[in-house]
T-cell receptor
């Protein structure tokens, strides 16, 4: 079965500092990994995905994520956080053994402090 | 750009009422999904549909049904609303058919309160 863990409910970081939002996953087949962001009272917006190829994936708004197969992780990173990055972040996985369904993590709330 | 719209942003209903949540996508996508979002639980899949008149249960289908009579529209139905169905409901649709490497496009969500 597929599963996604986001071990931190909340991450606080000062503006201008690097940020990391953690995600680990479990799948039986090849993983397809995604990060989404949700601003207050809005739907989810796609940030980036890993399908195959380079382990470092670059996405929207200066975010990037690193796929680590041995650690089954896909942590989201940004070199310099902005106050406007404050939002709820979701990691999701699809398993090529399980077709269409995404499995989402519980979400991590990022607060960037000015 | 793909657009996924939901009929209401906020909805307040009474216990026992029949509730319809509508989702429309404008890009001729085959697949459409309904999720509910609750704090600390992330998104949980209620139902999804691969094509018109096709539906499949997700992880938490109890208390819900769906309808897909036209390709662009996917409706979620709460036959008899209960307070434990108070939640944020999100509709989503990926741009491709039966492939696994496309992201979901989400609607803005409907925040349903059942009193």
């Amino acid at each position: 079965a597929q599963s996604v863990a986001q071990p931190e409910d909340q991450v606080n970081v000062a503006e201008g500092n690097p940020l990391t939002v953690k995600c680990t996953y479990s799948v039986s087949g090849n993983p397809y990994l995604f990060w989404y962001v949700q601003y207050p009272n809005r739907g989810l917006q796609f940030l980036l995905k890993y399908i195959t190829g380079d382990n470092l994936v670059k996405g929207s708004y200066g975010f990037e994520a690193e796929f680590n197969k041995s650690q089954t992780s896909f942590h989201l990173k940004k070199p310099s956080a902005l106050v406007s990055d404050s939002a709820l972040y979701f990691c999701a996985v699809r398993d090529d053994n399980y077709g269409q369904n995404f499995v989402f993590g519980p979400g991590t709330r990022l607060s960037v402090l000015p | 750009d793909v657009k996924v719209t939901q009929s209401s942003r906020y909805l307040v209903k009474r216990t026992g009422e029949k509730v319809f949540l509508e989702c429309v996508q404008d890009m001729d996508h085959e697949n459409m999904f309904w999720y509910r979002q609750d704090p600390g639980l992330g998104l949980r899949l209620i139902y999804f549909s691969y094509d018109v008149k096709m539906k499949e249960k997700g992880d938490i289908p109890e208390g819900y049904s769906v309808s897909r009579e036209k390709k662009e529209r996917f409706s979620l139905i709460l036959e008899s609303a209960s307070t434990n169905q108070t939640s944020m409901y999100l509709c989503a649709s990926p741009p491709a058919g039966r492939t696994t490497n496309y992201e979901q496009y989400f609607g803005p969500g409907t925040r349903l309160t059942v009193t």
